[in-house]
């Protein structure tokens, strides 16, 4: 079974502070993805990896980094936390070359006071 | 527009009843997923499509890729499909970007 997991599984942090959000992955899945998930606007996407090294920007990567220092590891990286991010973030892994699904952590949720 | 289009945004249903969503796409998608997000937020795939039809149970989904949609189809409704479903297509490769639809919210009602 493909395993995606996410830390921490909740987070409450103060406005200005930096957060990082871990994601690992033990699928040997090149493609890597940052989603949040708010209310009405379904799962955007913030930022996405095609492997270790790179980093790309999604639909919505203002105010967020990421980083990708192996094949299993992708981390989301909030450096001015505001709280108009305070969200669900879900990461995810797939294998485009091998066109198969996409699989998902069981997300975060992120509240900046 | 949307990249992906997703249709309707809420639906309510009889225990028993069938219904469909839909997705449209405003471009050529490589592949589609579907989900169902359970009450606590989990993300469950339900299938995935690289073209065709596939069925599970009293679930079946159809990805036309050419015609730019995809549908899930519930059959016999049951108060346990209550939740949110989302499709999300994968377009070309070289830009393997995965994008969701807003999502169907349903509710099965006794």
């Known amino acids: 079974e493909a395993a995606v997991t996410q830390s921490p599984r909740n987070k409450v942090a103060v406005t200005g502070g930096k957060v990082t959000l871990s994601c690992n992955q033990t699928n040997n899945h090149n493609n890597m993805y940052w989603y949040r998930q708010d209310t009405g606007h379904g799962l955007r996407l913030i930022h996405y990896?095609?492997?270790?090294?790179?980093?790309e920007k999604g639909d919505i990567p203002d105010g967020y980094k990421a980083s990708r220092p192996s094949q299993e590891n992708f981390s989301l990286i909030l450096e001015l936390a505001t709280p108009s991010q305070t969200s669900v973030y879900f990461c995810?892994?797939?294998?485009?070359?091998?066109?198969?699904?996409?699989?998902f952590g069981k997300g975060t949720r992120l509240t900046v006071v | 527009g949307m990249p992906v289009e997703q249709n309707p945004p809420a639906l309510s249903l009889y225990e028993g009843a069938d219904s469909g969503l839909r997705c449209n796409f405003s471009?050529?998608?490589?592949?589609v997923q579907w989900f169902q997000q359970n009450h606590r937020g989990r993300l469950i795939t339900l299938f995935y499509?690289?073209?065709g039809t596939k069925e599970n149970g009293r679930l079946k989904s159809t990805f036309n890729s050419k015609e730019r949609y995809s549908t899930l189809h519930i059959k016999d409704a049951q108060l346990e499909d209550s939740g949110t479903y989302f499709c999300a297509a994968g377009r070309n490769t070289g830009n393997y970007k995965y994008v969701f639809g807003a999502g169907t919210r349903l509710k099965v009602i006794a």
């Open positions: 471009t050529t998608m490589k592949s």
């Open positions: 995810a892994s797939g294998d485009a070359a091998a066109n198969t699904e996409v699989f």
């Open positions: 990896s095609y492997g270790a090294g790179s980093t």
């Open positions: 499509l690289a073209q």
